[in-house]
């Protein structure tokens, strides 16, 4: 019997040993890149006897990470001395997110100054597991990462007032924000359209300013309006806001609120109509846009905001608290006795001035609670704030004056840093404000301007994603929005500039995606698409296929069989169409079907000049873009055929090579003015030199405004376009005051 016993349990021991089923273990492809990874030999297995142990300091890091593999993959880890993972800190690391991780056969050590640095190898170890498995034991890979971020500043930001998102949607938006090392979350509660913190001394900030009733419908630019007829709104309630900061903590990020003053306020001004200069009685707004009710700066609007910050500063522990400060329009000040009062009584030039003095004084008291304000870039003008740290959005101007005045910048420019623009020229895209930022261009951000010099540059503490939710309204539109684009922003600030490579990116993001497919997260994938460029080879033309994978594309022209494989740029003779996808060994399409059509009019080919350079950020087609046979992308003047100009009036010059005849001309400008973008409203044309034929614009109301003109037949061998700038921008419009921006498209000659 004994013997009988004695081998039924080494049966027991050997099938432990040898039955134990064992995952294949992951490659490295951790996203953010880390800055140092060194491949070593074998695997490490972790299993139901894996040990682990930590300084008391990184027990809470342990214990998430205790949690997420006992949820992940059922498999328990005990706390034991002489423990299989250890955590050790080593003060001797230079960054206080830096970290270690070293995986040998026999063992894992992590070694950080701080429970951050722990997180992120955490972080960078749960992506050498599995994505998913049934299996009872993970095989890892052994492994050295060295790791430390580039900026101490990494951010994304989620607009909750345009459209409101539950307590559990913002913590699955933070556990995405911790897998990619983000560090802060930047919370824009206030709004025109709704105010989402409940503040204990204002009930009315719940009961009316929480709500609209009703909301716009489809695109701000489809006239005329229409609204869904529906109440709308939702607060969270100080226990939520308690909820989210500690789950934020545990996962390392620190939570900024913003309370956005003097502008963006007429939902609390609704609530209370003695906030606004006029006193009268508003609605909280139903449709986008920026708002001429603002606060205005009397003594109840500052008791008023400094009761807010008290309790806004007892809910979260940052160092930070964002008080907005952009798009206020100064019409209502204009015409306030108060307003008018106290510019004369403080000595001030202007209403600039005036916004200047409302932030200073805002932030006199920010700062005598402890805390140091975040404002966007506007606070510059009139003057800013002694402490003030500053938010670039309307490009890097910003940016580039506050670190020369020695002031800390974040960087979210609209060019590379708004995820509520499209980010696919595909016309099925879900409908989206505008713009275009597809994902390499987000990966190609370089947060330090190119003006500040070393010593300027240590005033840039990062970068930020900016998710603003006029036209976001779910939980999965988020997702759709934010990734890829925030993993390619998550290398932007922690991966050195030396080890970045976007094509070295989106292989790690194929694998990264399964993470997401097991997480349930709606991201986007055009990994697979195409991109198109037609060349200029010694007179002839020439069209150009790539993809980011190592997969074959396969073309054809004018039908859709696709049943060319593309080796080198494809010959173009007459006006043609390019249809073209991305297909893998098997011959299964990946992606979506590539198209684009060239039309070969007079001026493909000619030589063109202007007398400005098109704006950096809109500049990716250079000005060949302009008369290359492709049109740009009906919504997204951000593609590589729209050029913009920031203020600028422009003048081209076609050039031909022998006199042509011109029947017509034909181009488009966008007038997106939710954008600051406005057609000119006229235009000059000029043959030969000669005398300039001047122009209307018509059909001004347009997203799109075409020019066609008809002339009689005329030899010409150069032509100028002049086309002036529309001017400033009128007042009560978004950017009122500053000069428009014209985006121009192809200019066809027949
Ligand atoms: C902003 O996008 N209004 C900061
Ligand atoms: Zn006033």
């Not at 005990?78 to 040998?104: G, K, P, R, V, W």
């Not at 607009?159 to 930047?186: E, G, Q, W």
């Not at 001026?603 to 007398?611: P, Q, R």
């Not at 966008?670 to 030969?688: E, L, S, T, V």
Request: overall charge negative; aromatic content about 12%; charged content about 25%.
């Amino acid at each position: 019997m004994k013997g009988q016993i004695y081998s039924i349990l080494l049966v027991i021991l050997f099938c432990f040993n040898n039955c134990t089923e064992v995952s294949k273990p992951v490659p490295a492809n951790i996203i953010p890149k880390p800055n140092k990874v060194v491949l070593g030999e074998g695997t490490f297995i972790l299993s139901k006897s894996t040990t682990i142990s930590a300084v008391k300091k990184l027990e809470p890091i342990v214990n998430y990470f205790k949690n997420y593999v006992s949820e992940k993959f059922d498999i328990e880890i005990n706390t034991s001395d002489e423990a299989d993972i250890q955590f050790q800190l080593d003060t001797s690391l230079q960054n206080d997110e830096a970290y270690n991780l070293t995986i040998n056969e026999d063992k894992i050590l992590i070694k950080s100054k701080t429970q951050k640095g722990a997180f992120y190898a955490i972080q960078s170890l749960l992506q050498l597991m599995p994505y998913a498995t049934n299996k009872s034991a993970i095989a890892i890979n052994c492994i050295s990462v060295n790791d430390a971020p580039r900026f101490s500043y990494r951010g994304m930001h989620l607009d909750v007032a345009r459209h409101f998102f539950s307590v559990d949607f913002i913590k699955k938006y933070l556990d995405l924000m911790a897998m990619l090392k983000m560090n802060t979350f930047h919370w824009h509660l206030t709004e025109d359209q709704g105010w989402r913190i409940e503040i204990k001394q204002y009930p009315k900030l719940q009961e009316i300013a929480a709500f609209r009733n009703e909301t716009l419908i489809g695109h701000y630019s489809d006239q005329p309006h229409k609204f869904d007829g529906k109440k709308y709104g939702g607060f969270y309630t100080q226990e939520d806001i308690k909820e989210i900061v500690a789950y934020a903590s545990d996962r390392q990020i620190t939570v900024i609120p913003e309370i956005e003053m003097p502008g963006h306020s007429q939902a609390a001004i609704a609530a209370y109509p003695e906030l606004g200069c006029t006193g009268n009685q508003i609605e909280v707004a139903t449709k986008w846009g920026v708002f001429e009710d603002i606060y205005c700066p009397k003594e109840i609007t500052f008791t008023f905001l400094e009761n807010v910050i008290d309790e806004v500063v007892n809910l979260f522990p940052g160092k930070y608290i964002h008080i907005g400060g952009d798009e206020a329009p100064k019409t209502r000040w204009k015409n306030c006795t108060h307003c008018q009062q106290l510019i004369k009584k403080e000595g001030l030039k202007d209403e600039h001035e005036l916004q200047s003095y409302f932030i200073t004084r805002m932030e006199k008291y920010i700062n005598s609670k402890g805390k140091q304000i975040i404002g966007w870039d506007e606070i510059l003008e009139g003057g800013l704030a002694p402490n003030a740290t500053v938010m670039s959005w309307r490009g890097t101007n910003g940016a580039v004056e506050a670190a020369k005045e020695h002031h800390d910048v974040i960087l979210t420019p609209g060019s590379h840093c708004y995820f509520d623009h499209y980010q696919s020229d595909d016309e099925n895209e879900p409908l989206a404000i505008g713009g275009y930022l597809p994902l390499e261009k987000v990966y190609n951000f370089e947060p330090i301007p190119s003006e500040l010099n070393n010593e300027e540059s240590k005033y840039v503490l990062g970068a930020q994603g900016n998710v603003w939710t006029e036209y976001i309204t779910t939980p999965e539109q988020i997702e759709y929005m934010i990734l890829p684009r925030a993993a390619a922003l998550s290398e932007v600030v922690w991966t050195k500039k030396t080890q970045k490579n976007y094509k070295d990116f989106v292989e790690r993001l194929v694998y990264f995606n399964k993470y997401l497919d097991e997480k349930e997260v709606n991201y986007a994938n055009h990994i697979y698409y195409i991109k198109g460029k037609l060349i200029n080879k010694n007179g002839k033309l020439f069209y150009e296929l790539t993809t980011t994978t190592n997969n074959t594309i396969f073309y054809s022209l004018t039908d859709e069989n696709m049943n060319i494989e593309y080796k080198s740029p494809i010959e173009i003779t007459n006006s043609a169409t390019i249809n073209a996808a991305v297909f893998d060994e098997n011959q299964q399409k990946l992606g979506r079907m590539f198209t684009e059509s060239i039309t070969i009019h007079k001026a493909v080919g000619a030589n063109i000049s202007l007398n400005v350079t098109p704006h950096k950020s809109y500049n990716a087609g250079g000005k060949q873009a302009l008369i290359n046979g492709i049109s740009g992308n009906n919504k997204r003047y951000g593609d590589v055929e729209w050029l913009g100009f920031s203020g600028d009036d422009v003048e081209i010059t076609i050039q031909f090579e022998k006199p042509i005849s011109i029947q017509k001309i034909n181009t488009r400008f966008h007038n997106g003015n939710g954008q600051w973008i406005y057609a000119p409203q006229k235009i000059a044309i000029q043959f030969n030199d000669e005398k300039s034929m001047n122009f209307n614009i018509e059909n001004y109301g347009e997203l799109l405004v075409n020019f066609s003109q008809k002339f009689d037949e005329e030899k010409v061998n150069s032509l100028k376009i002049t086309i002036p700038n529309y001017g400033k921008i009128p007042e009560g419009r978004q950017g009122a005051g500053y000069k428009a921006w014209t985006f121009i498209d192809e200019i066809i000659i027949e």
